[in-house]
């Protein structure tokens, strides 16, 4: 539009100039100056049109800025003439756009960002599926050859899974992330090397003779210079010799957002780096029963997920009926699983503990953003009840409107640019802060790494712009329409003047709207700090009280069996020696530490029942109980003689013993499980959480760590000593043992456990922040209305005054008005926090998405409020002297 | 020309306002009536270029003292010019100008010819 008005204006300016020269040239002519001369004299009258013209847009460009510039030192100067105003709007703003910035920042980071690979919304994932339940989404070897063979929907079916390595550099162990993938993995991302070559078929089928490994372009620069005498060269990768055939390119880390991945080596080598569990034969991972691999499929160019489910679920339920062997899964059980897609563009696996919490949060912000406009929108509107007067004598003396209007808008904008760079700043500090929050305890490249990029400034720039029109232009355009004359003449300040009451009017419904929305935040910061607070209190089972965790995986060193079992033994004893320790165990399974495994078993005479002939297991020494006090019902603990031949025991948890031998007594009862055999029950123990927190109680079977081998255990220590001094104590003991150990994740059981609930702390940490937020601005929004209604109504209490009223009726007269708007708001309120909470119902733990308790806390915390936000000016409406408010004009 | 273009142009633009307001107190006129007036009535002594009057009505008009409107002139009215005339911030502006030209003169006539006490 403003390219089209300058054309016109240019247009006009032509005609104007040209009619000019044209009379001039008619009137040289009509003076007797011959006809080609007539207009080259006009054109020497007039002078060099193309300066005429160029000075003519100079004052057009001129003006414009002049008064733009006007306009802006103006707006700064009245800002700095209020400086409670100022700082107040600014800080609102500032808070409200910082807190929306960066928690963007973080929806970015997990929600929206996707593979560094080439056109990443091809990738899917495939799962399976029995009886509306995800059952798997790991498959075995054949599985995924066949379909990658078969399918005419991908591009490639490829397989990975991520090991822990131990890098053997002289006499140093580094651990390093890998994993281990299929012949076509490289292919079906579309990774290209930057040095060497990438793995392929054939290179997972010749890697027991010739094992090769690609390395991370990160781990090339970071750790070996970028030093290309590399290619070629072999690394010792758990005791392994791995020859080095390529690097990966710049910016590729793996096909998991926050997990970088350093190394990768062909999935025929499994054997070397699954030391834990699955000591198993060198053919094991292309056993069809072993599904281990998680899948990652390219989508053909033109074929949509829908077609290519429609494709997949037939053909791969006929190929796991193939690869079905007589086991305790019978055909029958293996025909009940369907497949299905899901996206992959967001990497392997890709489960978040964040998004829901963060999506959460952006309502939270968005609101929070809503109640900071409205309070700006309020203090502008007080402010421009306050300069009526100044307007109305600028308009007498001939401003126009617009011109009015604009300046107030280039204030709102100077408040809003002041409040996004505000913004900004708060932005960088609340991501750093919450990183650090998040990020504790836990290993680098573990953590989440969010950082603020363009897109983040992008939003919000737009935000600011978007509150500078909105608050900015309804105040201005109140503000500019002011009644002349009882302005002027001073009256409408006692009474209430058309404008007074239209904008009171609005600033109360706009307090009414704030409160309203401060009530559903608050609503559900009560919520999930309920949750929060249940969740730390829930019965776990056991008392993790004093105990310390710690991975100690001596496969990785590529020591045998028997060697890693005599060091497990030695360091037990060695703790239980300890005089600061009082029991010493450990287990496959580290309490809510995340992992699970579970087994296949029948139980004899019993019918088979297909999902739940599935149980929970962990493999634990014994003291295993005494270490966790986890109390023992009947039957005793393990002790040396249990695994060994003729001892084939187990100990099963109460609700085993119930859900599949109801009304038995458990002691002494067999059953054959699909690991170890067929055993026999020694003890029954109470229940207790294995998973997570959250979940109920499972079947948990408990086997005997001579009877299934492992390689790498937790151990579990309980101690007598503080926190610090145990983990000294207990690292020394293990150095004592081997010094060239590597001890993974070392920490006191409870950190272990709060670090399940990490996103539950952050949810309820932040939404209470901005519960205080939104409670703070409301107030200051009610302190603001009371206190102009006083200040407006000061004759009338004067009069009330002098005809005998008491102090606490003129008090009760404006609590009475606050609490109303509370009143007002919590009735609009109550629905809507009812009705958006129900969104949180899936966070939720304990309490319910309607809880009366919690919603009438929090009308109670807003009554309190508003009185609170009241107590100022009433003092003062109190303190009034009838004689002066009179007098007042 | 004797004088620097600059220093003509800054001489006459605050006394051009001043001029083309006073001008157009008598009734409006289009950019080439104006130019002829102060010609006319100056009895050719200001010699200014047609020219350098736009610049100084565009300013003027975007201040809002003069406002302009195209209308049909001429013996048949068939050509139309942009006729400006002035607003009544226009005549207030006059005023103060006014004013401040004469103080100014003033103050300069008191300094070249001081008024003996």
Redo the contacts between chains.
């Keep these: 539009m403003r390219f089209w008005r300058r054309k016109a204006r240019e247009n006009?300016?032509e005609?104007?100039?040209r009619?000019?020269l044209?009379?001039?040239a008619e009137e040289q002519r009509e003076s007797g100056v011959p006809a080609e001369e007539a207009a080259y004299a006009a054109q020497r009258?007039?002078?060099?049109?193309g300066?005429?013209k160029e000075?003519?847009r100079?004052?057009?460009g001129w003006?414009l800025l002049e008064s733009l510039g006007q306009d802006l030192r103006y707006a700064f100067r009245s800002l700095r003439g209020s400086p409670v105003f100022a700082f107040i709007a600014i800080w609102s703003l500032g808070l409200g756009i910082g807190a929306n910035t960066a928690i963007f920042s973080f929806v970015n980071a997990i929600l929206l960002k996707r593979l560094p690979v080439p056109n990443p919304e091809q990738l899917v994932q495939l799962e399976a599926y029995e009886n509306g339940k995800r059952v798997n989404n790991n498959f075995s070897f054949p599985f995924l050859a066949a379909l990658n063979k078969r399918s005419t929907a991908f591009d490639g079916v490829a397989g990975r899974f991520a090991v822990r390595v131990s890098l053997a550099i002289d006499n140093s162990a580094f651990p390093l992330n890998g994993e281990l993938v299929t012949g076509n993995y490289f292919d079906t991302l579309q990774v290209k090397p930057a040095l060497g070559r990438l793995l392929t078929k054939e290179d997972i089928e010749t890697a027991a003779a010739n094992p090769l490994c690609v390395i991370s372009y990160a781990l090339w620069q970071g750790h070996f210079a970028g030093d290309p005498q590399l290619l070629g060269g072999k690394l010792l990768l758990n005791g392994h010799s791995y020859t080095v055939i390529g690097v990966t390119e710049r910016g590729f880390y793996g096909p998991q957002l926050q997990s970088p991945v350093d190394v990768q080596m062909p999935a025929s080598r499994m054997a070397d780096f699954l030391s834990g569990f699955f000591s198993v034969a060198a053919d094991g991972w292309k056993a069809p029963n072993f599904t281990w691999l998680y899948p990652l499929a390219r989508l053909k160019p033109g074929v949509t997920m829908a077609q290519a489910q429609a494709m997949t679920d037939p053909l791969a339920r006929a190929i796991r009926l193939e690869l079905t062997d007589a086991g305790f899964r019978s055909q029958a059980a293996a025909q009940k699983t369907s497949f299905r897609l899901t996206d992959g563009s967001q990497g392997s696996d890709y489960n978040s503990p964040y998004a829901k919490p963060v999506t959460v949060l952006m309502g939270v912000v968005i609101l929070v953003l809503l109640i900071a406009c409205a309070n700006l929108a309020n203090l502008l509107l007080a402010r421009a009840g306050a300069r009526a007067k100044e307007f109305a004598v600028r308009l007498s003396l001939?401003a126009?409107r617009g011109r009015l209007i604009r300046q107030l808008m280039v204030e709102s904008l100077a408040i809003a640019a002041c409040g996004g760079a505000l913004g900004l700043l708060l932005a960088y500090w609340i991501v750093h802060t919450l990183l650090l929050y998040l990020n504790t305890g836990q290993s680098a490249g573990e953590g989440l790494a969010v950082a603020p990029d363009p897109l983040v400034i992008g939003f919000s720039l737009a935000l600011s712009l978007l509150t500078a029109l909105l608050f900015g232009l309804a105040p201005a355009w109140q503000a500019a329409r002011p009644d002349l004359v009882p302005e002027l003449k001073g009256t409408s300040s006692g009474t209430k003047s058309g404008v007074g009451l239209a904008s009171v009017s609005i600033r109360r419904f706009l307090i009414v709207f704030q409160i309203a929305l401060s009530l559903t935040i608050l609503f559900s910061a009560g919520l999930l700090t309920r949750t929060l607070s249940r969740l730390k209190t829930v019965d776990l089972g056991f008392d993790p009280a004093r105990v310390i965790t710690l991975k100690i995986d001596p496969g990785m060193n590529g020591y045998s069996a028997e060697r890693s079992n005599r060091i497990f033994d030695q360091i037990l004893s060695r703790l239980r020696a300890q005089p600061g320790i009082a029991a010493a165990s450990f287990a496959m399974v580290s309490p809510l530490g995340g992992d699970n495994f579970s087994v296949d078993f029948s139980v004899p005479g019993q019918p088979l029942k297909e999902a739940d002939a599935k149980t929970y297991i962990n493999i634990i020494s014994p003291d295993y109980f005494k270490t966790l006090n986890l109390a023992r019902v009947s039957g005793r603990d393990f002790d040396e003689r249990d695994g060994l031949a003729g001892f084939h025991t187990v100990v099963v948890n109460r609700l085993f013993a119930r859900q599949f031998m109801p009304g038995l007594n458990p002691l002494g009862q067999h059953f054959k499980a699909a690991l170890g055999g067929d055993v026999e029950i020694v003890g029954v123990v109470k229940d207790s959480r294995y998973r997570g927190l959250r979940e109920t109680p499972v079947p948990l079977v408990y086997f005997p760590a001579k009877l299934i081998e492992s390689s790498s255990y937790s151990v579990l220590v309980r101690t007598r000593m503080p926190g610090e001094q145990a983990l000294a104590n207990i690292r020394q003991v293990v150095r004592s043992v081997d010094p060239k150990l590597p001890i993974f994740d070392m920490q006191e059981l409870q950190e272990q456990i709060d670090r399940g609930i990490s996103s539950e702390r952050v949810l309820s940490f932040l939404s209470a922040l901005f519960s205080v937020l939104a409670t703070l601005l409301c107030s200051i929004g009610i302190y603001g209305l009371i206190a102009y209604a006083v200040s407006h109504r000061k004759r009338e209490i004067g009069v009330r005054f002098a005809i005998g009223a008491q102090k606490s009726d003129v008090a009760g007269l404006f609590l009475r008005e606050s609490l109303l708007l509370v009143a007002a708001g919590a009735l609009v309120g109550v629905p809507l926090a009812l009705a958006s909470t129900g969104v949180l119902q899936s966070v939720l733990f304990g309490v319910t998405a309607n809880d009366a308790v919690t919603l009438t806390l929090t009308v109670l915390v807003f009554m309190a409020t508003g009185l609170l936000a009241s107590v100022l000016p009433v003092w003062k409406a109190t303190r009034i002297e009838p004689v002066e408010a009179l007098r007042y004009e | 020309m004797p004088k620097e273009p600059s220093d003509r142009i800054e001489l006459l633009q605050g006394t051009l306002d001043m001029l083309v307001l006073r001008t157009l107190l008598f009734g409006p006129a289009?950019?080439?009536q104006i130019?002829k007036h102060i010609q006319r009535t100056t009895e050719d002594l200001l010699q200014i270029?047609?020219?350098?009057l736009?610049?100084a009505l565009?300013?003027l008009e975007?201040?809002?003292w003069i406002a302009a409107k195209w209308e049909a002139a001429g013996k048949d009215l068939k050509?139309?010019?942009?006729y400006y005339r002035l607003t009544?911030?226009g005549k207030?502006q006059l005023v103060a100008e006014e004013s401040k030209w004469k103080k100014l003169t003033g103050a300069i006539a008191q300094v070249m010819w001081p008024v003996e006490e």
């Design positions: 006009e300016l005609r104007e100039l009619a000019h044209e009379l001039e009258a007039f002078g060099n049109t300066l005429v000075s003519v100079e004052v057009w003006l001939g126009s | 289009h950019g080439h130019a270029e047609h020219g350098s736009y610049p565009h300013r975007r201040k809002g050509r139309e010019f942009k009544p911030a207030k």
